[in-house]
């Protein structure tokens, strides 16, 4: 997969149909599942609707494209990127480094948050130059699992 020749584009939110977020909302199981082990069914089911108010709400909302296709997603919001979620399909395929690239050089992101038990999303992150600033015993919803704040 070459993900170097991926469309990426900024959706507006006027543009964010239910088409659209149906689509982004299967990447992101799909992505969950996975890359967060330690979450249950009945766990990503909970967490399914406050996924798709962030897809709807977000500031600032990247989609990739393969072909006319989602396989990734993007949102950004006050320099922080808040989600990243890749079809398991482009995982390990440079994508991810795309976006965030993309992130620090257009948006000038500077903060990340990841599931303390996600190891690969925090080796990820680190790679890209974050450092873990402070650890979270819940996360930003009051859910059981913690979260480790990261900066550039």
């Known amino acids: 997969m070459d993900t170097n020749s991926m469309n990426i584009q ?4 006027a543009e964010r149909t239910e088409a659209l977020i149906a689509q982004l909302i299967r990447i992101w199981k799909d992505s969950v599942r996975a890359s967060h ?3 249950t069914e009945d766990d990503i089911c909970h967490l399914t609707p406050q996924a798709e108010g962030a897809l709807r709400f ?3 909302l990247l ?3 393969e072909t006319e296709n989602p396989v990734g997603f993007m949102g ?3 320099q922080k990127i808040e989600m ?3 079809s398991p399909a482009c995982f390990g395929q440079g994508l991810g480094k795309r976006l965030v690239r993309l992130a620090f050089d257009k948006w000038d992101v500077r903060y990340v948050d990841v ?3 996600n190891e690969g999303a925090r080796g990820f992150y680190e790679r890209m130059g974050f450092k873990v600033f402070k650890r979270n015993e ?3 919803e009051g859910n059981p699992f913690p979260i480790l704040e990261m900066e550039l």
């Not at 900024?10 to 939110?13: D, N, V």
Request: hydrophobic content about 50%; charged content about 20%; cysteine-free.
């Open 10 to 13: 900024e959706i507006a939110k």
């Open 37 to 39: 082990h330690f979450l």
């Open 58 to 60: 977000i500031d600032t």
């Open 63 to 65: 989609v990739a494209y």
């Open 76 to 78: 950004i919001q006050a």
């Open 84 to 86: 990243l979620f890749l």
């Open 115 to 117: 599931n303390e038990q």
């Open 138 to 140: 819940l996360d930003s």
